[in-house]
């Protein structure tokens, strides 16, 4: 069973203001992602990383950074959000690199 | 370019009614093909992994096959139930940690009572 845990789940906020988005989980995985996903379209890598201390961009390019000081904990930050950055963040994590993925339910941000 | 096609974008059964779904691909050094389940509101949930051309997996009314170009997902008698976004993803790459996974855009499925 997946333990793979997002918040928040929904997010509206102005433009200018600073977030993160919490990405947690149980396995004990060390390979986590974060994609980005706007309806109808498909998944997109923004970050992805290894193990504790390894970040690294995915294909997409993103605005925002992240950090792996845990290995359960993967968080994700956009400094000053804008509307562009609307969009549903998934974050997931798997035993091998790429491999069957265990995502969270996502939060889906909107920024005004 | 690497491409991952997803046919139909939407697809309306009645309740009962068997059908199929495609996912055709153009990758080099295919690494695995997967298929998750996408329900409103939530992330993907993993159904299956296949690996080589040939290869079939099954779970409850969902078959996934695999060939060199294409897999296919079958629906037995649908559910209501089975109403959900089925996407495909192909994973490519020389190995290690150069693994790339590339996402399809979907087929939305809805099933009607």
């Known amino acids: 069973e997946a333990d793979i845990y997002q918040t928040p789940r929904y997010l509206v906020i102005g433009t200018g203001k600073k977030i993160t988005l919490e990405c947690s989980q149980t396995?004990?995985?060390?390979?986590m992602y974060w994609y980005q996903q706007d309806p109808g379209m498909e998944l997109h890598l923004i970050h992805y990383s290894y193990g504790v201390n390894s970040t690294e961009k995915g294909d997409l390019s993103s605005e925002s950074t992240v950090s792996r000081i845990r290995t359960e904990h993967f968080p994700l930050t956009l400094e000053s959000a804008r509307p562009s950055h609307t969009s549903q963040y998934l974050c997931?994590?798997?035993?091998?690199?790429?491999?069957?993925?265990?995502f969270g339910s996502g939060t889906q941000l909107s920024v005004l | 370019e690497d491409q991952v096609t997803q046919s139909p974008e939407a697809l309306r059964l009645q309740e009962g009614e068997s059908s199929s779904l495609n996912c055709s691909y153009t990758v080099s050094g295919l690494r695995g093909l997967f298929w998750y389940r996408q329900d409103p509101g939530k992330g993907p949930e993993f159904l299956f992994t296949?690996?080589?051309a040939g290869e079939e997996k099954e779970k409850e009314r969902l078959k996934a096959t695999l060939t060199k170009k294409e897999s296919f997902l079958h629906i037995t008698a649908p559910k209501p139930e089975d109403s959900a976004t089925y996407l495909c993803?192909?994973?490519?790459?020389?190995?290690?940690?150069?693994?790339?996974?590339?996402f399809g855009k979907g087929t939305l499925l809805t099933v009607n009572p």
């Open positions: 396995m004990g995985h060390d390979k």
């Open positions: 997931a994590s798997s035993r091998q690199n790429n491999e069957k993925l265990f």
């Open positions: 993803a192909v994973r490519q790459g020389p190995g290690g940690s150069n693994y790339k996974l590339t």
């Open positions: 296949l690996y080589s």
